[in-house]
């Protein structure tokens, strides 16, 4: 409400796990704008989405005089004709549809919100499209899983960002098993829920063999009653079967994504997804979420081939782990994560972070976004801006020691984050035990880490190793006591040279070292910067 009465135009995202009442939010932001004089548009990914919408919009705005109309292909050409005419002279004040609502003939006569639902189906192309149409709208995005794009604009401020995380009274979590395809699993978990008089959703997202897999079920369970469904159908008859299946007039709905969204069945309470490792993740948790809306315990079992890719286990992972009611916020995170956050000023929808790890993409965007608010500048960013650390020596996880491209740079983003030494030697111990000795080329990257988290705590501007020397620059603005370069030099002892021709520069003679391991010098750095860092 305070959003949509502010000067600039509302930019929203509503996060909630399915039935835990983002329908009703929308309801009434639409009353809210339809009360002021304005007109609402609400868009969804599918036409059974549309339709369920269209009903409980009408049966909770029935008292009031609010008009609203439906866009999709289960409505006659004429009927809809009638009601593009009352748009756009302003007879009708909610529009609910699907890519139709995008299309050119679309007129409104006063558009004061855009409610997106199901956000995570649509492409930035279609979302841009139809605020291109009104731009100084109030725009409401919902959604159990953003994509990472829309999650990261919220994490990031470009969007505000709500949770809903009370789930409603007596929901149970659903039961979540990852199973191979096997006959004796699917006959089992299907007649368990027949016989406590539920219905099973099976998930097949390929038309090409859908009918090849539902005569395999029926010969498998002659006596349960099963039925078709996907996008190829004539629409008619896709109604037809959405509504029997709603009204228990069979026992299991074989169908392919479409029942992702906009299916409400509270009497359905088995999912079995075959071929799991062919879907996103939050494809996965919101096709897990079409079960478990009532206060039955509910079980999805997810079928996975003989042979899983690492990306696909994740997945899975990730959905055992998150099991719990009011997870859609994890998973997106998570999501965003694996996928990373695509373009927030172009329209990929999935990125690279990755590539330099989560949390420090994260950073660097948070300080865009300051220097752009013209917002000081943390200590912290400002002194990695200026830190140079320079190492003559190689540095690195080989494959031959971490094979999983995703595995290692899971450790390049911790060790970019460790604050405390103690951390690394936590992580050494892990790596031990995961993957056995540390090479010295990984042992060398840890000591990098360390060298660059203690560099940072002393304030230095650069730090330059070689084999015999180890040099050290402070900032002249930020220059150390001079009782404390007389204790360093004191503990270790070492030829010192100084160079303040610009900033101070203490150089270390090291070149009688002990080399009995190459990266001897870099240990000798650390216990060096160690020191400082404890009398500092």
Do not use: W
């Amino acid at each position: 409400k305070a959003d949509m009465e502010e000067n600039t135009p509302m930019e929203r995202l509503l996060c909630g796990d399915v039935g835990f009442g983002k329908t009703e939010v929308a309801i009434r932001a639409a009353f809210k704008a339809v009360n002021s004089g304005y007109q609402v548009a609400i868009l969804v990914p599918t036409t059974l989405l549309a339709e369920q919408h269209f009903l409980v919009f009408r049966e909770r705005l029935a008292q009031y005089p609010v008009r609203i109309a439906m866009f999709s292909r289960f409505r006659s050409k004429a009927n809809i004709n009638k009601d593009l005419a009352k748009l756009a002279t302003g007879e009708v004040d909610i529009a609910i549809g699907t890519h139709r609502l995008l299309s050119k003939d679309i007129k409104y006569k006063k558009l004061g919100l855009l409610i997106i639902d199901e956000e995570h189906r649509f492409g930035v192309r279609h979302k841009d499209k139809l605020r291109q149409i009104k731009t100084n709208v109030d725009t409401l995005y919902m959604s159990a899983t953003p994509i990472p794009r829309t999650m990261y604009m919220a994490l990031s401020k470009l969007k505000e960002l709500s949770l809903i995380r009370t789930s409603p009274k007596a929901r149970l979590p659903i039961r979540t098993v990852v199973v191979p395809y096997d006959e004796s699993i699917i006959k089992d978990a299907i007649n368990r829920e027949v016989d406590r008089g539920g219905q099973v959703f099976f998930v097949h997202n390929r038309v090409q063999t859908i009918e090849s897999i539902a005569a395999e079920l029926q010969e498998l369970l002659p006596h349960v009653s099963f039925e078709i469904g996907h996008g190829q159908l004539p629409e008619k008859q896709l109604e037809k079967i959405t509504l029997d299946f709603a009204h228990h007039k069979f026992d299991v709905l074989i169908a392919t994504t479409i029942i992702e969204s906009g299916i409400d069945i509270p009497n359905a309470n088995t999912m079995i997804i075959n071929r799991t490792d062919m879907f996103g993740l939050a494809q996965l948790y919101q096709m897990r979420g079409r079960v478990g809306r009532s206060n039955r315990r509910a079980y999805a079992y997810l079928i996975i081939p003989p042979k899983l890719n690492d990306v696909a286990r994740k997945r899975l992972e990730s959905l055992i782990e998150y099991e719990s009611l009011g997870s859609g916020y994890q998973i997106a995170m998570r999501d965003m994560e694996l996928r990373g956050a695509g373009s927030l000023l172009g329209t990929k929808q999935s990125g690279i972070i990755n590539s330099i790890g989560f949390n420090y993409y994260n950073r660097l965007l948070e300080s865009a976004i300051k220097e752009l608010q013209d917002e000081e500048f943390t200590e912290e960013l400002e002194k990695e801006k200026t830190l140079h650390l320079k190492l003559d020596i190689n540095h690195y996880f080989p494959e031959t020691y971490i094979s999983n491209e995703k595995e290692r740079l899971e450790i390049y983003r911790k060790l970019l984050h460790f604050n405390l030494l103690s951390e690394f030697d936590d992580l050494e111990k892990e790596l031990v035990d995961r993957f056995g000795e540390i090479p010295i080329e990984s042992e060398n990257t840890i000591l990098y880490y360390k060298l660059r988290m203690l560099a940072l705590q002393v304030h230095l501007r650069s730090l330059d190793i070689k084999k015999n020397q180890f040099i050290i620059e402070f900032d002249s603005k930020r220059l150390p006591p001079r009782t404390l370069i007389t204790e360093v030099i004191g503990k270790f002892d070492y030829p010192v040279n100084f160079d303040t021709t610009k900033n101070l520069r203490i150089i270390f003679d090291i070149s009688k070292v002990s080399k009995t391991k190459e990266n001897s010098h870099l240990k000798l750095a650390r216990k060096i910067l160690q020191f400082i860092a404890e009398i500092s």
